[in-house]
Nanobody, 122 residues
Framework: QVQVVESGGGLVQPGGSLRLSCAASGSIFSIDTMGWYRQAPGKQRELVGTITSSNRTKYADSVKGRFTISRDNAKNAVSLQMNSLKPEDTAVYYC????????????????WGQGTQVTVSS
């Protein structure tokens, strides 16, 4: 099947930077959209940013101008560069692969990574 694995979380001081990476593996033919979501304690999971296979991006208002999402279609990978981090960015960040076509099958599927913790604190 398909696995989605994130890396790059950690502890950073306010104003600092972190880069998250994610790769989807398995019998993947194509992926429509890849993206990042986050969930802070006691809150619902929310969109951070997404990028399509044609590199169209969308960001949450709270991260515009600070976060940049990029994608490598050949590697089924997506990255999130996070700059000027704030304490309110603290959350578990989840990678998402949506519209995944598996080789030899019909239909499109959605997969989630296991999440990586980002903590912004002095």
């Amino acid at each position: 099947q398909v696995q989605v694995v994130e890396s790059g979380g950690g502890l950073v001081q306010p104003g600092g930077s972190l880069r998250l990476s994610c790769a989807a593996s398995g019998s993947i033919f194509s992926i429509d959209t890849m993206g990042w979501y986050r969930q802070a304690p006691g809150k619902q999971r929310e969109l951070v940013g997404t990028i399509t296979s044609s590199n169209r991006t969308k960001y949450a208002d709270s991260v515009k101008g600070r976060f940049t999402i990029s994608r490598d279609n050949a590697k089924n990978a997506v990255s999130l560069q996070m700059n000027s981090l704030k304490p309110e960015d603290t959350a578990v960040y989840y990678c998402n692969a949506d519209g995944v076509v598996i080789r030899g099958t019909f239909g499109k599927y959605r997969y989630w990574g296991q999440g990586t913790q980002v903590t912004v604190s002095s």
